[in-house]
Every structure is written in C-alpha cells, then in structure tokens.
C-alpha cells in the first residue's frame, strides 16, 4: 500500500512543509524502533516520552517523511511537515492510508464498564451461526475468524487499529465486533470507524485516575452514540442498544439521535426485556421478548450479569436483522469467555471461578452470582491494581467482606505502587465489613491462591478476581508471567497430593 505526498498533505490543515517531494509513503509509524524504509513518520508527544527526540533513530531506520509539532532538525532529503496538532493529523491520515476500512464492514461496538469482552464474544457467535465471517477486537485478543492475534489495549492504538480493519477487509471480514474502551473514545483512537450499531452495557466506578471525574468518564461513551449520526458517516440504518436498567442509561439515550433498543429487567418499557429468570450453577434459563416474539433460553453461563449481556448481544443482532431462531441457537450452545466467570476443573471437591472483575460493581456481580449458586462458603481472593484509581480501594474491600465468608486480599498487578501500601487502602473496606468473617492479607498472589486452596472444604467456593484472561502479572521493575487458572491447578494438585 502506498500514498503520495501530495495526497497526504491534501488531508491537512494548513501544514509548513519543508525539503518538499512528491514521494511514495508505504507505511505510518509512531514507534521510531518500527519504522522501515519509506515510512512516515509522527511525532507523538506521550505521558512518559515525546516522539521528537527519537526522529534520528526513526530517520536511520527508512523514515522519508516526519510530521512534527515543533521543528526537528532533519537531513534535507527527509521530508518535514510541521503541523498545530499531530494527534488530530494522524486521526485525519492513519484512516486514509488503509482507504477507510472501518467504514467498508459492517461495524458494532460495545462499550461500557463491565460485559463487552463478553457481549463481543456472544454477537460473534451469533454472526458466525448466521453464516457471516467475522472479526473480533478485544481485551483478550484479535480473531480474523479463527486467526487468532495477541493485543495489548482494549482498543489498539489508531495505527494498529486502522491495520487490523484493513487486514481485516482484505480476509473477507463482513463484520467486526469491537470492544470501545472510554480511552479510545477520549483519546479518539477510533477515528476513521463507522459504527453500524452500538451497544451500550452498564457505567460503573472505573478509570478516574484517567478521566477524573465519572461525569466525564459517561461523556466518553457518549461519544459512541453520538458517532453513530455524524455528518462524514456514508452508511445508514444505525441503531443504539441502551441498558435503560443502568442509571447512566438515560445519558445515553440523550446523546443519540438514531433508531433505539432498549433492554432491562426491571423497566417494562424496555423494547428487549428478560423474565422467568432462573440462575443456577450451571447455567440460566429465562425468556427474552421482543415486540411479539419470545426466545426462550437455556444458557451454559450463568449470573444476573450474564442475564443482560445476552440481552445486548441479542438486541445488536435483532439490529441487524437475524432470525430469532438462530439467535436462539447460537445463544445455547455458547460457552464461557476465557477469564469470565470460568470453572477451573482438577479433581477437586469444591468449586474454583476465575474472573476478570477489576471494579467495585464487577466484584458485586460476581459475588452475588456465587451467592445465588453456593452451597457453602465463598471464599475470595482479590485485589487492587496499582497506579489506578485508588478510590476504589476501599470500596472494593467492603464489597468482598460483606459478601465472601473468608476474603484473601492480594496483589493484583502493583506496578510502581508498595503493594503493602495497595492492601492497607484496601483493609480500610474490608477490616469494618467483617463482622466475624476471616480475613488474611498475603501479598504474594501465588501464596494467597494456594492459602485460599488450602482453606478450602467440600462444596465450597473460590472466587479469584481481577486478571482473569491475564497471564502475567505488572511489577515494579518487571513483568512476570502469572496465569490465575494455572497457579490454582497447580495448589489443587498439591492438595490433593498432600490428601492422599
């Protein structure tokens, strides 16, 4: 692939160009240890480092061209554009580089705090039963149908994002299900997609430390619906999927000016509602209906939360016009998302679930569904990622105390933060929630994995939360390889070792 110069600088406003020629461009790079022959280069201002200081090296590896904000000093036959704002020229070029895959396919996204990697999960699903060919952009991973791709963000960065929806067009892809994180919204990652249809899950306490307060926090979803009518969309028959159960739910809807489903349990109104629910350990069955049609289901995962991400996947595929009948069909022969709500199996005589939940309203959901589903005690182990939102802290400590029966409090991923400083934060919730229970705070997650194996009796239940899919673990000077499912087979093996 290749654009001219000249097409390029077409996309710009108002750019000082200097060392001037018509070259050929054959790839973009913000990471100057990235860039080939040939590549253009931006030079992006991030929180830790500034591209500036790195377009020698991005020079020495092939770059042709530079686009800056301030001037570099550059050979004469490098090509440097100096613009006002490289974030919104790289917006305006990565997309036309790639010819705009991301209004090419069929496009949904899913957004808020807790459910999209599942609800992306169940839509592929349901596409793939109706005979689409699907790609799939999320927290665990990249698939190009069953081509399976690693990813580091939930939403990649605008470079690798524009990338993948190309490699993603020219494999054939007819959809694309994407999680939309609040930080690509805000950061406008997202720039060059055309959404089709837009599901919004549920907005609870997350990333403040980024957005500061939760009002801004909603008007960074909002952006997803507000996309959805914006004057360059070249597509129609866009719809919003709305949790009107949410409290945020209303937000939503104010900022969305197209055709609306809306979905709940609670609100009769709702164009999707869910009845004769019944959770159990198994799974949940319930009937969901839609103007005269009802789907009555019968599901391998399990949980109220579950109950409403089927209902938003089922209301993006009612948005794109798939029968109820193989709605149904895919919905029951689904089965878990890795790192959501996942059984760990080795032989055990009490129960092992391994979950995502990194917010105070995901651990709620998590521990009430456990609650529903227990025969015995439920015991916890959580913690509190480090150089985040550290409000949460507490709050996430009193929900495991009042809900768990034994709560281990643990590292998560610390980062640059005194782990021992993250679970005093976190006992500020925990030691007034007790009332009797028992508590234990081991720093070391691998250590209070086996303790809480260890304590474990017939027909309980562990809940290890907070990494789920994650198979490493963020340290102060250095990331490990960690995998929740790997340590607690490993202590049940030991256990039953120990038994025998």
Do not use: W
């Not at 377009?55 to 570099?72: F, R, Y």
């Not at 949980?303 to 993006?316: D, S």
């Not at 022969?333 to 009490?350: C, M």
């Amino acid at each position: 692939m290749e654009k001219s110069i000249d097409n390029i600088l077409k996309k710009l406003a108002n750019p000082k160009v200097f060392n001037y020629s018509d070259k050929q461009i054959n790839s973009i790079e913000c990471d100057s240890r990235k860039v080939k022959k040939g590549a253009l280069f931006f030079c992006i201002k991030g929180a830790t480092v500034d591209g500036h200081d790195f377009v020698p090296q991005a020079v020495k590896n092939g770059a042709v061209a530079i686009i800056a904000e301030k001037d570099v000093v550059v050979p004469d036959n490098i090509i440097k554009i100096i613009v006002s704002n490289v974030h919104e020229a790289i917006e305006k070029i990565v997309p036309y580089f790639y010819d705009y895959p991301g209004k090419k396919m069929r496009m949904i996204g899913v957004t808020g705090t807790n459910g999209k990697t599942t609800i992306t999960y169940i839509i592929r699903a349901i596409l793939r039963k109706a005979g689409y060919k699907v790609g799939l952009i999320g927290t665990i991973k990249i698939m190009i149908e069953d081509k399976v791709m690693a990813i580091h963000n939930t939403t990649p960065d605008i470079i690798k994002l524009q990338q993948t929806l190309y490699d993603m067009d020219k494999a054939g892809m007819q959809y694309v299900v994407m999680e939309v994180s609040s930080h690509a919204l805000a950061l406008n990652r997202v720039a060059g997609c055309e959404y089709d249809t837009a599901v919004f899950t549920n907005l609870t306490r997350d990333h403040l430390d980024f957005h500061k307060t939760f009002a801004n926090y909603a008007k960074a979803k909002a952006k997803l619906f507000i996309s959805l009518t914006a004057q360059d969309n070249i597509k129609n028959n866009k719809t919003a999927i709305i949790n009107i159960d949410d409290k945020t739910g209303p937000f939503m809807l104010e900022h969305t000016k197209c055709r609306v489903l809306t979905y709940a349990v609670d609100k009769a109104s709702a164009s999707i509602k869910a009845s004769n629910i019944n959770i159990h350990a198994n799974g949940a069955d319930f009937s969901v209906t839609y103007e005269n049609t009802t789907i009555n289901l019968n599901l391998g995962i399990t949980g109220l939360f579950n109950v409403y991400n089927v209902m938003g996947a089922i209301g993006a595929a009612l948005a794109e016009n798939i029968k109820p009948a193989v709605i149904k069909e895919a919905l029951e022969t689904f089965h878990s998302v890795p790192g959501r709500f996942e059984l760990v199996r080795a032989g055990q005589d009490f129960s092992v679930i391994v979950d995502y939940a990194h917010t105070p309203d995901g651990l709620e959901n998590v521990l009430k569904t456990a609650k529903q589903i227990a025969k015995k005690r439920i015991i916890t182990v959580f913690g509190c990622g480090g150089d985040r939102d550290r409000t949460k802290r507490p709050i996430m400590g009193e929900i495991a105390a009042r809900l768990s029966d034994v709560v281990i409090a643990t590292s998560d991923n610390p980062r640059s933060e005194d782990p021992e400083f993250i679970l005093a934060e976190v006992e500020k919730g925990v030691i007034p929630a007790l009332h009797g229970n028992f508590h234990e705070k081991i720093t070391d997650r691998r250590k209070a994995i086996y303790r809480a194996v260890e304590l474990a009796e017939k027909d309980d239940i562990i809940i290890i939360t907070g990494k789920g899919h994650e198979n490493y673990q963020i340290l102060k000077d250095e990331t490990i390889h960690f995998d929740d499912k790997e340590v607690a087979v490993d202590a049940i093996k030991e256990k039953n070792r120990e038994e025998k």
